[in-house]
């Protein structure tokens, strides 16, 4: 008969113990966690970037973090100033024409100083072409609303001599554009290796036309800077050590991408997009805070219509909270 090996009842609760001990540390953890709601754009070939601070970064930093995605940056702002948000990663130029006229928004960080749009067209070799045509952009206020009223006022050309198709997000937009649904669309270049076999040209890049024109940017509100100062430092430290991650971790991210999109292995398209990024350094993981571009998008909104009269974007920035965030991150 085999002989049974008997336990002590001390040494069954001592082992209990232990499990429930380590149970009651991790509820604990988790209770002391604070909630920061946190809204992006959509996934697309660069989600890798944006959502890698939800890979145990933001945990690292005491934060639970909760991610909300939208379709434009104008849907992002008036979540923040809902109250629906914490703060959320988007285009400074709808929030620097909103500050202008009083609200309450925060610039505490940038992410991608340089822009990767494009106007990709059917059968039109010059802006000219672009007359009496449909454009695809987004909401009005939103970057690639912005962006075609630039280049249209660059090129003397009326907005209402183009018909402007407000259609969802870049792959809405791209999707649309192949469907022959509209003449030229405002997407992220990520769509440059993949365009010529659906019979698209290039008709202009932003980052020619609109050179020092920020991509995308952290943005909160002063209320939440006054009252929540020390998670807003703790979740920008979530996303400087994020994106430096990410920017020193290609396979990595590419394939948080893949997983996010469902975009294939051999999908060109989200390593073209971290490649261009990296070598042009359009990304700044250390989210600095580029005071003379914004002061640029503010001189275009003007130049657009957009803005009556100048805007201090000073006033709209807050330092502090990066400081701080980089001192998180020395210890």
Same mark, same amino acid.
């Given at each position: 008969m085999a002989r049974v090996k008997w336990i002590s009842s001390a040494r069954i609760f001592a082992i209990l113990g232990v499990g429930l001990l380590t149970t009651v540390i991790q509820s604990a953890t988790a209770a002391e966690l604070k909630i920061w709601r946190h809204g992006v754009l959509d996934a697309k070939g660069d989600a890798g970037f944006s959502y890698m601070i939800d890979q145990g970064f933001a945990e690292k930093q005491g934060l639970k973090l909760k991610i909300f995605s939208f379709k434009a940056d104008t849907q992002l702002l008036q979540a923040l100033l809902a109250g629906e948000l914490d703060s959320f990663e988007g285009s400074p130029g709808n929030d620097i024409m909103a500050a202008a006229r009083g609200a309450d928004v925060k610039i505490i960080g940038c992410t991608w100083p340089r822009l990767p749009h494009i106007i990709l067209a059917h059968?039109?070799?010059s802006v000219q072409d672009?007359?009496?045509?449909?454009?695809?952009?987004?909401?009005?206020?939103?970057?690639?609303?912005l962006l075609v009223r630039i280049l249209l006022k660059q090129n003397?050309?009326?907005?209402?001599?183009v018909h402007l198709a407000s259609i969802g997000n870049d792959v809405d937009r791209y999707k649309a554009l192949v469907a022959h649904v509209v003449d030229a669309a405002v997407v992220s270049n990520e769509f440059m290796p993949v365009m010529e076999k659906e019979g698209l040209s290039l008709l202009a890049a932003a980052h020619d036309f609109a050179p020092d024109f920020a991509r995308l940017c952290l943005q909160s509100t002063g209320k939440i800077l006054t009252t929540r100062p020390e998670e807003a430092a703790?979740?920008?430290?979530? %996303?400087?050590?994020?994106?430096?991650?990410?920017? =020193?971790?290609?396979?990595?991210?590419?394939?948080?991408?893949?997983?996010?999109?469902? %975009?294939?292995?051999?999908? /060109?398209? /989200?390593?073209?997009?971290?490649?261009?990024?990296?070598?042009?350094? =359009?990304?700044?993981? %250390?989210?600095?805070?580029?005071?003379?571009?914004?002061?640029?998008?503010?001189?275009?909104?003007?130049?657009?219509?957009?803005?009556?009269?100048?805007?201090?974007?000073?006033?709209?920035v807050d330092v502090s909270i990066r400081e701080k965030a980089l001192k998180l991150l020395e210890n």
């Open positions: 059968g039109l070799t672009i007359k009496d045509k449909t454009v695809a952009v987004g909401p009005i206020g939103s970057l690639p609303d003397n050309i009326p907005v209402n001599a703790h979740f920008v430290a979530a %996303e400087i050590a994020s994106l430096r991650y990410a920017i =020193s971790h290609r396979n990595e991210t590419l394939a948080l991408t893949r997983k996010l999109t469902h %975009e294939k292995e051999d999908d /060109p398209r /989200p390593a073209y997009i971290f490649d261009w990024a990296v070598k042009t350094h =359009s990304l700044d993981p %250390e989210v600095g805070i580029p005071v003379d571009k914004l002061d640029y998008i503010q001189r275009q909104l003007v130049a657009t219509g957009n803005l009556s009269k100048r805007f201090d974007v000073n006033k709209m």
